[in-house]
């Protein structure tokens, strides 16, 4: 919010994501009058099988799986 909060703005957007939403609040608190922050489907990321997925659930599923996906490459691998 403190980069965009001298910068004029005519409106915020965000993707349904959640973090996309928490970064527009961060703008809306420098610049309230743009209240309310519009939420577009089109806005979502591409080529990701996670949109839409919370961020507290991916660390929870994905993160570790690829984790212990890495975990094992580095044992297969010597690496440490």
Same mark, same amino acid.
């Given at each position: 919010?403190?980069?965009?909060? #001298? $910068?004029?703005?005519?409106?915020?957007?965000?993707?349904?994501?959640? $973090?996309?939403? !928490? *970064?527009?609040?961060? /703008? /809306?608190?420098?610049?309230?009058?743009?209240?309310? /922050? *519009?939420? #577009? !489907? $089109?806005?979502? !990321?591409?080529? *990701?099988?996670? #949109?839409?997925?919370?961020?507290?659930?991916?660390?929870? *599923?994905?993160? #570790?799986?690829?984790?212990?996906?890495?975990?094992?490459?580095?044992? /297969?691998?010597?690496?440490?």
């Amino acid at each position: 919010g403190q980069f965009l909060k #001298d $910068r004029p703005l005519a409106a915020v957007y965000s993707s349904p994501m959640e $973090r996309a939403q !928490e *970064t527009a609040g961060l /703008i /809306i608190q420098q610049h309230p009058k743009l209240l309310p /922050i *519009t939420v #577009d !489907e $089109r806005l979502n !990321e591409v080529h *990701t099988p996670h #949109d839409g997925v919370p961020h507290h659930v991916l660390e929870k *599923t994905y993160f #570790d799986h690829v984790w212990q996906e890495v975990c094992t490459l580095c044992l /297969i691998n010597n690496l440490k």
